[in-house]
């Protein structure tokens, strides 16, 4: 008798199919195992998720294929995309499809191709059209053919009738394949070869091949594409006369780089305080228990040493390591100092790793052959088997959380695997997150401190400039006296000095001081940012370019100027200032290029640049002893946005941009330039006072039922139309608000209203914001669940979509 199973499908929907699992692919558990099913008019890859029990659906289809000998995904790591697709309502297939590598979880499109033969259309010009569309090498996706003469019924129409004359073909094709295991042959020395005297059996003339040979008897074995280069033929004929071998052997794609070179001393002894931190975690390493651990230790007060050797008590008990940071490029050093350590058994999984890399890698991380794992957000799903401890960096970091879906949080995600492994986890921050600090107080986290920096290091002084009583004349560009004359002084002792500005561009907006008009992108109804090394208006959603006006576009003012600070502007007016130093920028712009951002760092770690400005990308977690200056441009520039954590994202912004000050041997200093010294993120700030900064914000959004206090489901309405996007907001939330079961589970819902970006790439945004209640939020979910299945199967046309964010933390 057949069995059924049941498939997750990397598709947008929640939903799970059943398919029939034919005798002849029938062998062993099918779960955790990809299969080949047909969807719909497409093929597409699944994951068996479980057996079917109860009787089997009549249509169910079966199943083309079983792509695995053996389950992919097993264990906790199966247990963990199951909860994240409960957690986040997320389509399971879609999590699957981020937790393995590229490729694995494959959709189909349909793709049209002209056949050359078939009936000619006469008489219309449409379907000639068409048929010149999919006329090319390997025809068209139907898709892009829609987008191309943007209806879907024309299209499809006149493919049905092609079809029907018999000049075209519309199939399903999986989309490109995964990257393969590869193999690469090898030249390898034979004992006949390796023999005293073996050269004098080749020709004496044979100098090439002579030299070949004593090159494989010193390597033993080499690349053949190597020694092809080098020797031409040559080993190609050794292989003919006896003395080497070919052999066929699996590539291992793994990229190097990533860290900046750094010494470790394992004898190096802690801190009084850095054993105080560790003691308490080392019984859960020793006993492989779940406990979850938040370090909360000031910039400088050794923290990566804490992992380091919480991670060696983990390999010494035989088991693996997992590590999460938020991202690679910018925290080169914290992978330097891992790799320093653990040396060969460190992998590094970030974000630019090339499909080959990313497939191999994760192939060698479940073979066992790196048993520790340093890596971004998504290498919460490394194939780690035995894992011992999860270590998660800079836990506060908004870049743990995905922006699309499955939309999951890293750090809160590493602890449920924490939880779902039975191991403990070391979440670490200069500036824990309100949420953590929260859990701490809760019971659920506990936590250790390191109050003090390495080698009582004191903290930088923090000066403030109140730019409202600069005037306009003494300033140069955006910067004070004061700050110019203490970068004077840096520069002037052979120190280096960090500038600090979270706005890229020239400056970020165009004004009209006559009618107060604003250009701004059409598709997004966001500000243009001014270019000025390209001399381009660019939107910083979307990427559209634009020539910028001369005179306002609006009233025809000659007046219109630009407005504001950014990078490239605070750059000129520095090296107006300081002619003489070397200048360095960091920003989105300058740091493109794979491995840019690391060669700036390390330039700058190498004394090459004096003077480093950048945006937050340079407020992470470097260690630059060589810098005693951190100076803030306008510590102002998040506070005002609409969203609830703007507080908190400026206060932690300027302590960790503080904290790069005075980690050498001289006393750091910081000067921050604002608009608001009285705010209280930017007092607290001042005077390192992370608990009075605490305080408020628990005080507030307690008040304001915003999280901890509550979980906030963002739900953005997206489409073409305002109209519909309007109208479908208002729907589900007259939905939501007339279904009893829901108003005792949430604190209230917010809107509908625009959202503060009301139009990206010319869709228009409309959402509803809820606030859960916690304890209820289970029960919660679910009704929620129903209503988004509702509306998904209600949706026609589609000419609205919802985007579901569960503990959102982009409100914008
Ligand atoms: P954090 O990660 O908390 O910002 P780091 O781990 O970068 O701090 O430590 C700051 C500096 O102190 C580094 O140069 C590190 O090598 C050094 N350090 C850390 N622990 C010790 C120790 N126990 N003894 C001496 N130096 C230490
Ligand atoms: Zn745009």
Redesign the pocket.
């Known amino acids: 008798m057949s069995r059924f199973v049941i498939v997750a499908v990397p598709v947008p929907t929640r939903r799970t199919f059943t398919y029939r699992l034919p005798e002849t692919l029938d062998a062993g558990d099918p779960v955790g195992r990809r299969v080949l099913v047909p969807f719909g008019p497409r093929r597409m890859t699944g994951l068996v998720v479980a057996l079917a029990d109860g009787p089997p659906p009549v249509e169910a289809k079966d199943v083309l294929d079983v792509l695995d000998e053996g389950p992919i995904l097993e264990g906790p790591l199966f247990e963990l995309t199951r909860w994240i697709a409960d957690y986040y309502l997320a389509p399971w297939g879609e999590t699957l499809r981020a937790a393995l590598p590229v490729g694995r979880m494959r959709r189909s499109r349909r793709v049209a191709t002209a056949t050359g033969g078939g009936e000619d259309p006469a008489g219309e010009p449409f379907l000639r059209e068409l048929e010149d569309a999919i006329r090319g090498k390997g025809g068209a996706p139907v898709e892009a053919l829609v987008k191309r003469f943007g209806s879907r019924g024309k299209v499809e129409g006149g493919l049905a009738r092609l079809e029907s004359l018999g000049r075209a073909e519309v199939r399903a094709v999986l989309e490109p394949g995964p990257a393969a295991d590869r193999t690469e042959s090898w030249v390898e020395i034979l004992p006949e070869g390796a023999a005293e005297g073996a050269e004098e059996k080749l020709r004496k003339n044979a100098i090439r091949q002579i030299e070949c040979l004593l090159h494989l008897r010193a390597k033993r074995r080499a690349r053949r594409a190597e020694m092809r280069a080098r020797f031409g033929g040559a080993a190609d004929a050794l292989v003919g006369k006896g003395f080497a071998r070919i052999v066929e052997e699996e590539m291992v794609r793994i990229a190097e780089g990533g860290a900046l070179p750094s010494r470790y001393d394992p004898d190096?002894?802690?801190?009084p305080e850095?054993e105080a931190a560790l003691a308490p975690l080392l019984p859960a390493i020793r006993e492989r228990r779940f406990e979850a651990h938040l370090l909360h230790?000031i910039?400088?007060?050794?923290?990566?040493?804490v992992y380091l050797r919480a991670a060696s008590e983990t390999r010494a008990a035989g088991r693996t390591v997992l590590a999460l940071v938020p991202e690679i490029a910018l925290t080169p050093q914290t992978v330097g100092r891992f790799r320093a350590r653990f040396g060969d058994e460190v992998v590094v999984l970030h974000s630019a790793l090339s499909p080959g890399e990313r497939h191999d890698t994760w192939r060698e991380i479940r073979r066992g052959h790196f048993p520790v794992v340093v890596g971004v957000r998504s290498a919460l799903f490394a194939p780690l088997r035995n894992l011992g401890l999860i270590v998660v960096d800079e836990e506060h970091d908004t870049s743990y959380k995905q922006g699309e879906s499955p939309r999951y949080h890293g750090r809160d995600m590493a602890v449920v695997r924490a939880k779902l492994e039975g191991v403990p986890i070391l979440l670490g921050s200069?500036t824990p997150s309100v949420e953590s600090i929260w859990n701490v107080r809760d019971g659920k986290y506990r936590l250790a401190v390191?109050p003090k920096r390495?080698?009582d290091r004191p903290l930088p002084r923090i000066e403030v400039v109140d730019l409202a009583r600069v005037p306009y004349k003494e300033r140069i560009g955006a910067l004070s006296p004061r700050l110019v004359e203490r970068i004077g002084e840096t520069l002037g002792r052979g120190e280096q000095a960090m500038l600090f500005l979270n706005r890229r561009g020239y400056a970020p907006f165009l004004h009209c001081p006559d009618c107060g008009h604003v250009p701004r992108c059409a598709h997004c109804e966001v500000a243009f940012t001014f270019h000025r090394v390209e001399s381009v208006l660019r939107c910083h959603y979307c990427g559209v370019e634009k020539e910028p006006p001369t005179v306002c576009p609006e009233c025809g003012g000659a007046r219109i100027g630009y407005r504001g600070m950014g990078t490239q502007r605070v750059e000129e007016d520095l090296r107006g200032a300081f002619p003489s130093a070397r200048i360095g920028r960091m920003d989105l712009d300058t740091t493109r290029k794979r491995d840019s951002a690391r060669r700036i760092l390390s330039d700058f770690a190498g004394g090459g640049i004096d003077l480093l400005l950048g945006t937050q990308m340079i407020a992470k977690?470097h260690?630059f002893p060589g810098v005693s200056l951190v100076g803030v441009i306008l510590a102002d520039t998040a506070l005002h946005l609409p969203d609830f954590r703007a507080g908190e994202r400026t206060f932690q912004l300027l302590l960790q941009v503080a904290?790069r000050a005075g980690?050498g041997d001289r006393e750091g200093e910081v000067v921050i330039q604002t608009f608001h010294p009285r705010h209280y993120c930017i007092r607290a700030a001042i005077h390192h006072d992370f608990d009075a900064f605490v305080e408020r914000e628990l005080a507030d959004r307690r008040e304001l039922r915003y999280p901890p206090f509550s979980r906030i489901v963002a739900l953005t309405f997206r489409g073409k139309r305002e109209g519909s996007v309007r109208g479908a907001a208002a729907r589900f939330r007259g939905a939501l608000s007339s279904d009893g079961r829901i108003t005792p589970m949430i604190h209230e819902i917010l809107g509908p209203t625009p959202a503060p970006i009301t139009k990206i790439r010319d869709r228009f945004r409309w959402r509803l914001m809820i606030k859960a209640k916690t304890e209820r939020w289970r029960a919660f979910r679910e009704v929620l669940a129903a209503h988004l299945d509702a509306f998904h199967g209600r949706r026609g046309g589609g000419r609205a979509e919802v985007v579901v964010d569960v503990d959102a933390q982009d409100l914008l």
């Open positions: 190096r002894p802690l801190t850095q230790g910039t400088g007060s050794g923290k990566t040493e200069a390191l390495i080698h977690g260690h904290g980690r």
